[in-house]
């Protein structure tokens, strides 16, 4: 004797089905309507929809980052066992661990600038193809910036500082150029789980974890959902 679902399972089932649809559609990068674009604009309009996708892309490259960096600090901290059950670094596997956290913070940093860079394209874009322009709601675009704009503030000067490392030690007047008032220079250094370095004269900082990643996805989100 078999067994039929009842109508109520029948419903759980199929609300379960929806709900996994929905989840879904929302992790794809929405696309344009071709057909309704006019040629001259098809260009400008495949540049907005490249940009909403790679949207995606940095933030999984950060995601990335983030995991070299909890693995490399597990890593660090585990060591080996020393003498009288002391815990100490082996000096291979410190130096490795180390030069590892130091790819994910420069990773990281770039990719919180890749991802600031497409976003701000996705504006430019559709500057550029009004028919796709004028479904937007430009308010809720610029808000979606200015989020992603308050969460990495230094992301430009940031970016700037890890491309160009080794600049701030070419000579006397480029050390002098790039050390704070406290005359500490710092370069790809980590307290905790926040990335620091100098640059200009300034600390720049910000934070390679969960929080950091939550804030690129809530702004990719936003713009997604503005071409839904």
């Known amino acids: 004797m078999t067994n039929t679902p009842n109508s109520e399972q029948m419903l759980r089932e199929v609300q379960t089905c929806l709900e996994d649809l929905v989840a879904a559609r929302a992790a794809m990068p929405p696309r344009l309507d071709f057909a309704t674009i006019p040629a001259a604009e098809k260009d400008a309009a495949s540049s907005v929809e490249l940009c909403l996708l790679n949207l995606e892309h940095f933030v999984r490259s950060f995601q990335s980052a983030a995991s070299l960096f909890d693995y490399s600090f597990r890593?660090?901290?585990e060591g080996?066992?020393?003498?009288?059950?002391?815990?100490?670094?082996?000096?291979?596997?410190?130096?490795?661990?180390?030069?590892?956290?130091?790819?994910?913070?420069?990773?990281?940093a770039m990719s919180i600038y890749h991802f600031g860079v497409t976003a701000a394209g996705v504006r430019s874009g559709l500057g550029l193809c009004r028919s796709v322009g004028a479904r937007i709601d430009h308010k809720e675009l610029r808000a979606a910036l200015r989020e992603f704009e308050q969460g990495f503030p230094a992301y430009v000067a940031m970016r700037d500082a890890v491309a160009h490392s080794a600049d701030r030690l070419l000579s006397p007047s480029k050390l002098r150029e790039h050390t704070p008032a406290n005359n500490v220079v710092i370069a790809d250094g980590f307290i905790g789980s926040t990335f620091t370095t100098t640059w200009e004269g300034k600390a720049l900082s910000y934070d390679l974890s969960q929080p950091s990643l939550n804030k690129l996805e809530s702004t990719r989100r936003r713009i997604w959902n503005l071409f839904r």
């Open 80 to 108: 080996i066992q020393g003498p009288d059950g002391l815990v100490l670094p082996e000096p291979r596997c410190d130096y490795q661990s180390r030069g590892w956290m130091g790819i994910a913070g420069r990773d990281g």
């Open 75 to 77: 890593r660090l901290r």
